[in-house]
């Protein structure tokens, strides 16, 4: 049973525009998440976290929302550049700092 | 250069045969994965190492092992491979001492056929 999960295999914006990537999880242990980014022929690469504390951490153009109580988070990229085409990859981790993966998002900008 | 290693990239083996995958570290940390990505399913984990004398099986260990040589170096072998473990495997680590410790770095990546 998926503990983290990525509804959306793939989606598509165009430049310029928010891509909205979610993830919802089951594990009220979780208490910190994380979003990864992986191109082809390339191992992924960390993007953005946010700890259960908070609700919303930001770095540039990425924006993580945490909704606790609906076990939902979601990555916001603002504004959408073709160079942000990847697989996105959502994560969460309880006590271990072993992270749980789902099973990512194919995010495509069109020019 | 880059800090987490992954040889072979590519390697096409046939049905029985025994192969190893090879991860180096240069990033000196102390805890290290074994991670297989099959389309669709993203990433599941394999084995993990906190240190060199401490090794775990993760969700998805049958018909794998693994071997924490030194600290900077973690192997995964196949030891009767089969056509069901064709996928990309990719090497992790991770930093316990980091404010970080959550973040792992991973390698490139080997893509394994088994035909």
């Known amino acids: 049973d998926q503990q983290v999960k990525q509804n959306s295999p793939s989606l598509s914006v165009q430049e310029g525009r928010i891509s909205i990537l979610n993830c919802d999880y089951t594990?009220?242990?979780?208490?910190?998440f994380l979003w990864y980014k992986k191109y082809p022929a390339e191992g992924p690469t960390f993007l953005i976290s946010i700890s259960s504390i908070k609700d919303k951490n930001e770095d540039g153009r990425f924006t993580v929302f945490l909704n606790k109580s609906a076990k939902h988070l979601s990555l916001h990229i603002v504004p959408s550049q073709p160079g942000d085409s990847a697989v996105y990859f959502c994560?969460?981790?309880?006590?271990?700092?072993?992270?749980?993966f789902g099973r990512g998002t194919s995010l495509i900008v069109h020019p | 250069d880059a800090d987490v290693t992954q040889t072979p990239r590519n390697r096409i083996t046939k049905t029985g045969k025994r192969i190893m995958l090879e991860c180096s570290q240069t990033k000196g940390h102390d805890r290290m994965y074994w991670y297989r990505q099959d389309p669709g399913l993203g990433l599941r984990l394999i084995y993990y190492s906190f240190d060199v004398k401490d090794i775990n099986k993760g969700e998805i260990s049958d018909g794998y092992s693994v071997s924490r040589q030194a600290q900077a170096k973690f192997s995964l072998s196949l030891e009767s491979a089969i056509p069901n473990q064709t996928a990309l495997y990719f090497c992790?680590?991770?930093?316990?001492?980091?404010?970080?410790?959550?973040?792992?770095?991973f390698g490139p990546g080997t893509r394994l056929t088994v035909t």
């Open positions: 994560a969460a981790s309880g006590g271990s700092y072993i992270p749980t």
């Open positions: 594990n009220s242990m979780f208490d910190y």
């Open positions: 992790a680590t991770s930093d316990r001492d980091s404010a970080s410790i959550y973040e792992q770095y």
